[in-house]
């Protein structure tokens, strides 16, 4: 049975993040820059969409963050005939009381594992878009309030095509952040190898932080500076992107908000109460890539997001490091 958890008082913002950093390294090895991002996700009160081939770690690493958190948690497989009802929930009539009696689906947990989000209908995905969006599920009329915080981290294989529903624009959107794990260095897989039979797997993980710690820890990230100068070379950032000739759809202002906190959340993390713009060039991949949607030219000519958004960042004029902390 796991222990309680300690009582950490007014413990600062960055002892809780390595908290949970050092405990999620315990199962996923030598991908410390792709856990602090997903961390920063966590605390920039985003969801967090993680794509990449099998293997590497997706899930693993969705159940390590969700079993560090002491709060609900929980996992649903996205199936062809999964249904509506079994992410956001259905009214069931009750003989003895003769009156409908509400049955939340996976949906209410502080966090939320869509695993292999892409194999599910169109229908089924778009289930998650209130949730995803106003942290609320509407079924038969009545609005139920999701926890706090509220995390969906969703998992997909871009490579196996058969059978799946590309995920469109509108939910894509509503993720702060989607990165790609990639195989492990060298000798990080050999240390996996060495270390395969004693590691701890994910069942063995408890939690080391409690959602409210969680909540507490995110509403003070709102309270990170940014500079007049940085919002208006986020507002640069995206305005490029309207306008790019290989892009027919740019980012949202939804996406300029979501770098501004994914950015506090990560000078958080590192100790500082202001963003500089190192902070957001180095997010903008994780927030901004997934919102843009290439020209059929673009496509044809093998142009990637990556491509464009490296050439924008390239284009548009760093404001000076005395400007960080005006």
């Known amino acids: 049975m796991a222990q309680p958890l300690p ?23 030598g991908k410390t820059d792709e856990i602090r991002v997903a961390l920063t996700c966590l605390f920039a009160e985003g969801h967090l969409l993680i794509e990449d081939v099998p293997g590497v770690g997706k899930t693993s690493l969705a159940k390590a963050l969700a079993r560090s958190i002491g709060g609900t948690w929980h996992r649903i497989q996205f199936t062809p005939d999964l249904l509506p009802s079994d992410v956001v929930g259905v009214s069931v009539w009750n003989r003895a009381t003769s009156e409908f009696e509400f049955r939340p689906g996976g949906v ?11 194999r599910a209908s169109p229908k089924t995905q ?3 878009l209130e949730a995803m969006e106003e942290r609320q599920a509407t079924v038969d009329g009545q609005t139920y309030a999701l926890p706090r915080p509220f995390i969906v981290i969703a998992t997909q ?10 995920l469109p624009e509108a939910q894509l959107d509503r993720f702060l952040m989607r990165i790609r794990l990639g195989y492990p260095a060298r000798d990080a897989e050999i240390a996996i190898l060495e270390t395969h039979a004693g590691h701890a797997t994910v069942e063995e993980l408890d939690a080391v932080v409690t959602a409210s710690e969680v909540a507490s820890a995110a509403e003070s990230v709102t309270a990170v500076h940014v500079a007049p100068a940085l919002r208006s070379y986020v507002v640069d950032l995206v305005d490029a992107t309207r306008r790019h000739r290989d892009l027919v759809l740019g980012v949202s202002p939804r996406g300029a908000l979501a770098l501004q906190r994914a ?12 963003v500089v713009p190192d902070d957001l060039k180095l997010l903008a ?19 990637s997001p990556h491509d464009v958004l490296t050439s924008v960042l390239a284009s548009v004029p760093v404001p000076g490091a005395t400007g960080t902390r005006a």
Request: proline letters at 6%.
């Open 7 to 29: 009582d950490r008082g007014a413990a600062g913002f960055e002892p809780l993040f390595h908290t949970l950093l050092d405990n999620v390294e315990r199962v996923i090895q």
């Open 108 to 118: 209410f947990a502080h966090v939320v594992l869509a695993d292999e989000i892409n």
């Open 126 to 128: 778009s289930a998650l």
């Open 157 to 166: 294989n871009p490579i196996e095509l058969e059978g799946t529903y590309p």
């Open 263 to 274: 950015a506090r959340a990560w000078a958080a993390s590192l100790g500082r109460d202001y």
């Open 285 to 303: 991949p994780a927030v901004l890539e997934h919102r843009l949607l290439l020209s059929p030219e673009a496509q044809l000519r093998g142009t």
